[in-house]
């Protein structure tokens, strides 16, 4: 789901709870719900707060950061600052 948001790969991309404050990267991260419903929560590793929701519907796709502090991704080639 990651990759039909973002252009960027994100699994490696540093990501900070707003809740404790702990910094890892996506791919260490907790994945409950998928691919078994039609959405899936990502949750922090430490405190288990919900960091992003995505949700599949009706040929949508809609992405929460409730407890996204902020994420780091590379910024796609050619972009300007
Ligand atoms: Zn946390």
Do not use: I, K, N
Request: proline share 7%; aromatic share 8%; charged share 15%.
């Amino acid at each position: 789901m990651l990759s039909e948001v973002f252009v960027t790969e994100m699994t490696a991309a540093p990501v900070m709870c707003m809740y404790c404050g702990t910094v890892t990267v996506m791919a260490e991260e907790h994945l409950y719900m998928f691919p078994l419903s039609p959405g899936a929560v990502l949750r922090c590793g430490t405190c288990e707060e919900a960091l992003m929701v995505f949700v599949r519907h009706e040929g949508r796709l809609r992405v929460g950061l409730p407890g996204v502090r902020w994420l780091d991704v590379a910024a796609p080639s050619g972009a300007q600052p």
